[in-house]
């Protein structure tokens, strides 16, 4: 019986160990860090090389609560994947490990290419796909054993990988998502890289494709770009 009872003990405690998300961005910086990320898709024998970024703009209070802007950029030479940047308010006491801080923004706005800049009041609706990246794996989320290398301008990271699944169904299609996501304490955001996988099924017809986005550079004394937008 003791035996038994150390075992289902044993059992509980590894489980409770693993992640229960893993969201891409988890930790609050210090206000004016920046990070830029080399990326590679893949797709339809394609390859498409934007850089995306992400920077702490500045603080506000906001809702009853101080929070938060951020800036989330994306450059690129491709029509299918514009330029972009998002501005996000968001409440300080959303980050956190195992947390998803831009999953719950008190405003967020987008920008296309050299359009005025909108409000979205769901991201989600606006852009599934991106939010799903930003989601991370929500399904059989776990820390692999090994340790991942990602190589930056100024060395090598030993990073922890946290791996699972996701998916959505929109209508008749499904995109199944394979992610790798790589995390150092050292790194602004706690964020390194990651790698994923994307089937996608509609009408019979089946398509597959992979992103991968490593850190490149990182610093102080982020710029905004969209610095008229607050709450």
């Known amino acids: 019986m003791i035996a038994h009872s150390l075992y289902l003990m044993l059992s509980l405690l590894s489980f409770t160990d693993e992640p229960k998300s893993a969201a891409l961005i988890q930790t609050l910086p210090a206000d004016g860090t920046w990070a830029t990320f080399n990326v590679l898709i893949k797709a339809n024998g394609r390859e498409i090389l934007p850089t995306w970024s992400i920077r702490s703009v500045?603080?506000?209070?906001?809702?009853?609560?101080?929070?938060?802007?951020?800036?989330?950029?994306?450059?690129?030479?491709?029509?299918?994947?514009?330029?972009?940047?998002?501005?996000?308010?968001?409440?300080?006491?959303?980050?956190?490990?195992?947390?998803?801080?831009?999953?719950?923004?008190?405003?967020v706005w987008r920008q296309m290419n050299k359009l005025d800049p909108e409000v979205i009041e769901n991201m989600e609706v606006a852009d599934v796909l991106f939010v799903t990246l930003l989601k991370g794996p929500i399904q059989n989320v776990k820390t692999e054993e090994a340790k991942e290398k990602v190589n930056w301008q100024q060395g090598d990271l030993e990073c922890a990988v946290v791996s699972g699944s996701s998916l959505i169904e929109l209508g008749n299609a499904k995109i199944e998502w394979q992610h790798r996501v790589f995390r150092h304490e050292k790194v602004p955001f706690?964020?390194?890289?990651?790698?994923?996988?994307?089937?996608?099924?509609?009408?019979?017809?089946?398509?597959?494709?992979?992103?991968?986005?490593?850190?490149?550079?990182?610093?102080?004394?982020?710029?905004?770009?969209?610095?008229?937008?607050?709450?």
């Open 58 to 107: 500045g603080q506000a209070f906001h809702g009853g609560k101080q929070c938060r802007l951020i800036e989330l950029e994306q450059s690129s030479d491709s029509p299918e994947f514009p330029n972009t940047t998002w501005r996000l308010v968001v409440p300080e006491d959303q980050f956190g490990n195992e947390k998803h801080p831009l999953g719950k923004p008190a405003k």
């Open 190 to 231: 706690g964020f390194a890289g990651a790698r994923l996988e994307l089937r996608a099924e509609a009408g019979g017809q089946k398509t597959e494709a992979s992103i991968q986005m490593l850190l490149r550079d990182h610093g102080d004394k982020a710029q905004p770009k969209l610095p008229d937008l607050r709450p």
